[in-house]
């Protein structure tokens, strides 16, 4: 660090995001991108005058991409927020809603991306304790610790980097004993099977739904995310939006988010098939002795009986898989592992077989 950082920011530890090596060399299963190309529509969506218009700057409202994505999910388009990625809305969140003197809530087991936007703007946070669920290991969310907390509150539905999911109906309970605070359900896994709140947003005015493209429409390289809240909350985000970054969507990300919803078929296809892998891949890794965590996201989150869980990431990584495995002692003997396609689960249950082999 400089000796010109401001005092707040000595010593800060940024966000650390999983490892990017993207050379064909690895098997790719450590940060939940799909394994699937983007819609043949999307790949032809860009053409030579939208290279073009490249010296003129987009329009600052979105306005064709956020009606596409009104009507997609029956909301009027002053419902709908547009971001660099999902994460600016939780920076732009944190910004808009959360007073000095007030705290933040999340889950302790949960992306630690809300950890660090939190310390970056100075926010107190609760940290709410997970609970024990059948014979499995403290890693689920009591939607009751939410209730009435009368805090902001941040909750990731599937939460990572588990893929628990809660219901709606506890959702809904969460948003209604918190009416003076605003609530955010981080949706970034919801399309693999969890139920969406977007339908609440039309009757409580303090609940707000994000959402990315960069996990189920396979556009995580695009940078593109949005939230649906009521039209005063989306104003309040578009205030801080328009006071850090006007011109926070490219043009050429613009053009092709317009084509990934008009493709949406394709993507929910994907999104089955995924599921579908994950079923099977679950199975798998339960035969070889591996505590599967239920998930309804595109990745799993499993311990081995016998092995360490860093034993297992580093053993893989040597066979040329990348999985992620966090340090912090509560989940250090799991990893989390993305489902690729059926090719690349087949290679993965292959080596894992391998390594339990050898270190059983
Ligand atoms: C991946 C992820 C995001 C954000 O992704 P972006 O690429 O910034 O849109 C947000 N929340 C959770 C829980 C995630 O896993």
Known sequence: MSRFIKTAYQGFASYTPGEQRNDGTYIKLNTNESPYPPAPSVLEALKENDLEALRLYPDPTGRILK???????????????????????????????????????????????????????????????????????ALFINPDDYCSLHQNIIIPNPNAPTGAALTVDQIEKIVRTNPDHVVLIDEAYVDFGAESAIFLTKKYDNLLVSHTFSKYASFAGGRLGFAI???????????????????????????????????????????????????????????MDFTVIPSLANFVFARHQRIAGKTIYEEMLRRFVLIRHFDSPVITDFNRISIGSDEQMNQFLERMQEVINEKS
């Not at 990300?253 to 084509?259: F, I, N, Q, S």
């Open 67 to 137: 009606e596409k994505l009104a009507s997609l999910y029956d909301v009027k388009p002053e419902n709908v927020f547009l971001s660099n990625g999902s994460d600016d809305i939780l920076n732009f969140a944190m910004m808009a809603f959360v007073d000095d003197d007030e705290k933040i809530a999340f889950p302790e087991i949960t992306y630690s991306f809300y950890e660090v936007i939190a310390a970056l703007h100075g926010v107190q946070v609760n940290r709410v304790p997970m609970c024990a669920s059948d014979n499995l290991p």
């Open 229 to 287: 809240g009521s039209a005063e909350l989306i104003n309040d985000l578009m205030t801080i939006q328009y006071s850090t970054n006007p011109y926070n969507i490219n043009r050429l990300t613009m053009k092709l988010a317009e084509a990934t919803v008009d493709a949406d078929t394709y993507y929910r296809a994907n999104a089955e098939k995924i599921k579908a892998t994950r079923m099977r891949t679950t199975a798998a890794l339960e035969a």
